[in-house]
């Protein structure tokens, strides 16, 4: 009894592992800026024929988003725990974006939803997640940046749960956002 016990607990953790290795979460079938119509310029490794750009110019305190849907493309139903907030991680970035969830039909805006709290995702099913936020202030982002440079959001981290374990993944986003540094003069 005891060898059949460990056999099916052994079994059911190597098929965790399994999924979790698999990472069946995927960018869903939409994507969203405040204005898609811009495109952007060259900046690093941004290849423009795999992914859509929006570009928008740095305006101190001006509001900034992005939103993608992700997707459960596994066999097995799944909870997305958490997403990490774009560029929390260091006050020098161009701008905070926060994760939210819209109401459903509605557009986003900054104040009008809600933060980002566990979503369930049957296989198949997907949700959509929004990045709202505001640039920041010239006081931090001086002498960081110069004239010709930006900032680009071009993935998401993501938290998902599948049964008894937890991992993370790194989506990539199908349209990038890149904020252009401060033009010359602009940030003084």
Request: hydrophobic fraction near 45%; charged fraction near 15%.
């Amino acid at each position: 009894m005891v060898g059949v016990l460990t056999l099916l607990v052994v079994c059911v953790a190597a098929m965790q592992i399994a999924m979790l290795r698999s990472a069946p979460i995927s960018h869903g079938s939409t994507s969203w800026t405040f204005d898609a119509a811009k495109k952007c310029k060259p900046l690093g490794a941004t290849d423009p024929t795999t992914v859509r750009c929006s570009e928008v110019a740095f305006s101190p305190g001006g509001p900034v988003g992005i939103g993608f849907s992700v997707r459960n493309d596994g066999l097995l139903p799944m909870t997305v725990v958490s997403v990490a907030d774009l560029g929390a991680e260091s006050p020098i970035t161009l701008a905070e974006l926060h994760a939210v969830i819209a109401p459903a039909g509605v557009t986003p805006t900054i104040d009008g939803s809600r933060p980002f709290t566990s979503i369930d995702l049957a296989p198949g099913e997907q949700a959509t997640i929004y990045f709202l936020g505001r640039m920041r202030a010239c006081d931090a982002v001086r002498g960081y940046w110069r004239a010709g440079g930006g900032l680009q959001f071009d993935h998401a981290r993501i938290a998902a749960r599948w049964l008894l374990l937890s991992t993370e993944v790194k989506v990539p986003l199908r349209e990038v956002l890149q904020i252009d540094s401060p033009a010359d003069g602009q940030c003084l």
